[in-house]
């Protein structure tokens, strides 16, 4: 079934090291986008891509960047994760034209 | 910016009707979804209207629209243990790719047998 697909689904990592998420999908869809869910909060959009523009919230840290090699694959890299990091991280995709977003199950991310 | 507000629990009985509700504070909000998160998984669409209606049913779902309150409720008819989950309302002012949604906090219903 066409789908989002989030690897890994949990992540632990240590205060202050390098971590990278993983979203493909397999919609064909233009857009991608990476929102961040923080516990019993609302899940908040840090940026997306449509095709290969980036496009970053204004109040997204620094500390969080993206990548998106090829239409299938976005990633999401956190340089240094602080403990406030810790949440689960949500891909989400969208076509061109469409209104419904599709969502991945999420990566949970643990910061020691 | 855009608030949404959702309350936070709901508790009913199976076979019972549910009632979420969701207040939005910008009246250019012209796409309004529902999404239903169930433990460990990801978010999925259940149902949206748009701000040029005022009702869409959808077999055991009933969204219902008052643009002028700014008000946005979810009825789920005969409800059932496995509709126990968050539900999330989440709204966005266009329909073009990129556009942010703007989701409330969610509402935890819990149904009981």
């Known amino acids: 079934d066409a789908m989002v697909i989030q690897n890994p689904r949990y992540q632990v990592t240590q205060f202050g090291k390098p971590v990278t998420l993983s979203c493909s999908q397999t919609?064909?869809?233009?857009?991608m986008y990476w929102y961040q869910q923080k516990s019993s909060q609302a899940p908040k959009l840090l940026f997306h891509y449509y095709d290969k523009d980036f496009n970053n919230e204004a109040d997204t840290p620094d500390n969080f960047q993206s990548r998106r090699p090829n239409t299938s694959f976005c990633f999401l890299d956190i340089r240094s994760p602080g403990l406030g990091d810790a949440a689960m991280y949500l891909c989400?995709?969208?076509?061109?034209?469409?209104?419904?977003?599709?969502f991945g199950p999420g990566t949970r991310l643990t910061v020691l | 910016g855009e608030d949404v507000e959702q309350s936070l629990f709901l508790s009913v009985r199976e076979g019972d009707s549910s009632v979420i509700n969701c207040t939005y504070t910008?009246?250019?909000?012209?796409?309004l979804y529902w999404y239903k998160q169930e433990p460990g998984a990801g978010l999925q669409l259940l149902t949206y209207i748009f701000s040029n209606m005022d009702m869409k049913q959808d077999q055991r779902l009933t969204v219902l629209l008052n643009k002028k309150d700014k008000h946005l409720s979810l009825r789920i008819a005969d409800t059932q243990t496995g509709d126990s989950a968050i539900y999330f309302c989440?709204?966005?002012?266009?329909?073009?790719?990129?556009?942010?949604?703007?989701f409330g906090k969610g509402t935890t219903l819990s149904v009981s047998s």
């Open positions: 989400a995709t969208t076509a061109a034209q469409g209104y419904e977003q599709f």
């Open positions: 919609l064909n869809h233009n857009v």
């Open positions: 910008d009246s250019s909000s012209t796409y």
């Open positions: 989440a709204v966005a002012n266009d329909n073009q790719a990129g556009t942010a949604l703007i």
